[in-house]
T-cell receptor, first 113, second 112 residues
């Protein structure tokens, strides 16, 4: 059974640019959730995708958007990057609503300069 | 929405001693409480969880207790080992939603 894989592991972008982060869910999982983890903080919910549709969203602006593909993999897109977007972005997969816990990937460390 | 508070933010214990991390939550509708361990450079890893219909759960050296009335839950690690050193996060999920609300984390250091 494969775990959750995220790419890239590290990324440096300039303020105002756009970025796409990718996630492959664990085998057997059909739901993907994205979290932002600032340094020294707990993960903050961005949104969740289930059956290729957004299934809940946290307090993040519309410039954060996502996709889920038929194979359950997912992308997180962030437009018009700001310095405060610098963080570890975590993808977590689960079965259905995630009530049995998430399996997290190792994250993508995004630095905006 | 749910608000999860976690204490302490840092904790140092001697190898072999016990460690306790406490969390409180605000939403009485929360019914699932996982604990995650995050090592440097890695994503959080689920170590134990508890549901609202259970008061205590154990898995070898790790145990979690839940007090629904007081809205708090705790992680207990006994016979700590240096490899237990990591950041630990508690979380809560309301039965009305699908997002996990995480605490701010506890950095545990086990001194050999």
């Amino acid at each position: 059974e494969t775990g959750v894989t995220q790419s890239p592991t590290h990324l440096i972008k300039t303020r105002g640019q756009q970025v796409t982060l990718r996630c492959s869910s664990q085998s057997g999982h059909n739901t993907v959730s994205w979290y932002q983890q600032a340094l020294g903080q707990g993960p903050q919910f961005i949104f969740q995708y289930y059956r290729e549709e957004e299934n809940g969203r946290g307090n993040f602006p519309p410039r954060f958007s996502g996709l889920q593909f038929p194979n359950y993999s997912s992308e997180l897109n962030v437009n018009a990057l700001e310095l405060d977007d610098s963080a570890l972005y975590l993808c977590a997969s689960s079965w259905a609503g995630g009530e049995d816990g998430y399996t997290f990937g190792s994250g993508t460390r995004l630095t905006v300069v | 929405g749910e608000n999860v508070e976690q204490h302490p933010s840092t904790l140092s214990v001697q190898e072999g001693d016990s460690a306790v991390i406490k969390c409180t939550y605000s939403d009485s509708a929360s019914n699932y409480f996982p604990w995650y361990k995050q090592e440097l450079g890695k994503g959080p890893q689920l170590i134990i969880d508890i549901r609202s219909n259970v008061g205590e759960k154990k898995d070898q050296r790790i145990a979690v207790t839940l007090n629904k009335t007081a809205k708090h839950f705790s992680l207990h690690i006994t016979e700590t080992q240096p490899e237990d050193s990591a950041v630990y996060f508690c979380a809560a999920i309301p039965n009305t939603g699908n997002q996990f609300y995480f605490g701010t984390g506890t950095s545990l250091t086990v001194i050999p």
